[in-house]
Every structure is written in C-alpha cells, then in structure tokens.
C-alpha cells in the first residue's frame, strides 16, 4: 500500500515561485509513475505534470509547460514539483498520485494511490 503526503503549498504572488514535495512510503518509488494534479474550485481536478520511470520521462499540459518541472528522488522517496511565473490562475489543491501499471497518464482515473493534497493560492 503506497501512501502519499505532500507538502510545500502556501500563499504567493503572481511571478513567484513554489516546491511542491511529495514523501512516498510503503514500497520503493522507484516502482511508480508519478503525477501531480490540482484543483480549483468548483472545477474538475486537472493533470499538471507527470514522471515515469525513467527521470527524462517527463509529460505537461501546455497550461504549465515551461513553467513548472517534476522530478523525482528515488533514493528519498520524493517526488517534486517545482513552480515558478506562478499565475492566480494556478490557486488550486495540488494532489500527488501514484501508479503502478503503465506509464504516465493524464487522466486522475488511472492513479490508484492518492495524497491529501496541498493547497497553493497565488494572488495577483
């Protein structure tokens, strides 16, 4: 059983900067394919960014491409996401999410293990 917990939300303004960290435990991460999704309110959650297992691996939505980059530390148990140009339109709850079969994906149906999420708020 994969559990997630991710950290490093918080209050910023626009053109700021922001890491997201996501502690993984209960089996190796390097088993995982590994995503981050967010949230806006009254919206469906949307995929932001995914890590296979290779860490060149990489998948974004052009919404973030080149803004935002995912990584991942195996050895740690850690996978990233670090923001920056943040825009008000990026206030969301950010979710990590795991998966064990297959390679990245955007779709949230297709992650089996899910984090609490962290909530990140830009303002303008």
């Known amino acids: 059983q994969v559990q997630l917990a991710e950290s490093g939300g918080g209050l910023v303004q626009a053109g700021d900067s922001l890491r997201l960290s996501c502690a993984a435990s209960?089996?190796?991460?390097?088993?995982?394919?590994m995503a981050w999704f967010r949230q806006a309110p009254g919206k469906e959650r949307e995929f932001a960014a995914g890590?296979?297992?290779?860490?060149?691996?990489?998948v974004y939505p052009d919404s973030v491409k080149g803004r935002f980059t995912i990584s991942r530390d195996n050895a740690k148990s850690t996978v990233y996401l670090q923001m920056n140009s943040l825009k008000p339109e990026d206030t969301a709850l950010y979710y990590c999410?795991?998966?064990?079969?297959?390679?990245?994906?955007?779709?949230?149906?297709?992650?089996?293990?899910w984090g609490q999420g962290t909530q990140v708020t830009v303002s303008s």
């Open positions: 890590i296979g297992w290779s860490v060149s691996d990489t």
């Open positions: 209960g089996g190796p991460l390097s088993t995982s394919v």
């Open positions: 999410a795991a998966r064990k079969d297959g390679g990245v994906s955007g779709q949230a149906r297709d992650y089996r293990y």
